[in-house]
């Protein structure tokens, strides 16, 4: 029995709508090169092609995606991406629709961590007149990191022995891996929320170029940067830079180092007031001193002019009875003359 044909529209419709029933072909990760890049800037799509030493399949990722990333793909990187299958059924070939897309090895991250730090800075997200001062004499510490790492061990330790008096507040965070960008922005909205914080320090330890790679999470460094609270990045080792690093109102070279940082030493405060307490109590003494010498000169004069007000009023008193005797006498001797 002879089947009616089919048309190349019905063909491809139906290998589309076979292809979308798979389920496991709806979410797919394919590792390969990026070959055959092109970014249309109008509709702001992305077509390339991916490829390994054998094979190659063509790729879309629209501009809803497309804007997500951090950086821009180029050709001949090697990158995984996240996408489902289907058929573009107008010139019948299957290609894969791209939703997501990560660099695969170190030469493709780094890239994509100098794109986003270029970009960034052209912002001016980097700029010193943005950043926020510290508090010199903070209340409350806010630490987001791994519960577990020794990160914290390490800031609860230096900030215990130089400000015991600081509250510290802490924020359990995956600081590695696929969930640790999330896992930090939930941290800095939290203490953003409650907004009781003098300080904020991100922290984790030290590791690969690989492990710190969620700190170059362009969401996450728009996060740090639109905080109210100050922000101290203490992420991997002294040599280790990540965008994070970049954005936030300081950088710290170790999770030690960003404890030093945040909080002022106690010994130095208690000397500091005790040198100051006694130079303050040596120049009022020296106040108090020559006051008193001054009070002591003002009384001596004082007494002395007292003594020749009464004398001089003795005298007008003298001088008056002596005045009024001479009248006398000179009288008594102009009658006597008078008379004889």
């Known amino acids: 029995m002879m089947r009616s044909a089919i048309s190349v529209s019905q063909l491809n419709f139906y290998m589309r709508s076979v292809i979308e029933s798979d389920e496991i072909l709806r979410s797919v990760l394919v590792r390969g090169e990026i070959s ?39 050709d001949g990187m090697n990158v995984i991406v996240s996408a489902r299958v289907s058929v573009f059924e107008r010139d019948g070939v299957y290609q894969l629709y791209v939703s997501d897309i990560i660099p695969d090895g170190i030469g493709a991250q780094m890239v994509a961590f100098f794109q986003l730090k270029e970009k960034l800075e052209k912002e001016g997200l980097f700029d010193d007149d943005r950043k926020k001062q510290l508090p010199r ?32 507040e802490i924020y359990p965070c995956v600081v590695q891996g696929t969930e640790s960008a999330e896992s930090v922005i939930r941290a800095v909205n939290y203490f953003n929320r409650k907004n009781d914080a003098d300080v904020l320090i991100i922290s984790r330890g030290g590791g690969s170029y690989e492990d710190l790679a969620s700190f ?59 040198d100051f307490r006694y130079t303050l109590k040596k120049e009022v003494s020296a106040v108090l001193n020559e006051s008193e010498a001054e009070l002591e000169s003002a009384k001596k004069h004082l007494d002395i002019r007292r003594f020749i007000e009464n004398k001089e009023l003795v005298l007008d008193k003298v001088s008056s009875s002596l005045f009024m005797l001479s009248e006398s006498f000179i009288e008594q001797k102009k009658n006597a003359l008078a008379s004889k």
């Open 36 to 74: 055959n890049f092109s970014l249309y800037r109008k509709s702001g799509h992305m077509y390339f092609t991916l490829k390994d030493g054998q094979s190659s399949v063509k790729a879309v990722m629209f501009r809803s995606d497309a804007e997500k990333l951090n950086f821009i793909p180029e």
């Open 137 to 168: 004499f903070p209340k409350k510490i806010a630490v987001a990191t791994s519960p577990s790492g020794a990160a914290l061990q390490d800031i609860l330790s230096v900030t215990g022995r130089r400000y015991p008096i600081a509250d510290i």
């Open 216 to 274: 170059n999470d362009e969401r996450l460094a728009r996060t740090i940067a639109n905080s109210n609270i100050p922000i101290i990045s203490a992420v991997g080792h002294e040599s280790d830079f990540t965008i994070a690093d970049f954005v936030a109102d300081m950088r710290a070279p170790t999770p030690s180092a960003a404890a030093e940082i945040a909080v002022p030493d106690i010994s130095e405060i208690t000397d500091f007031v005790s």
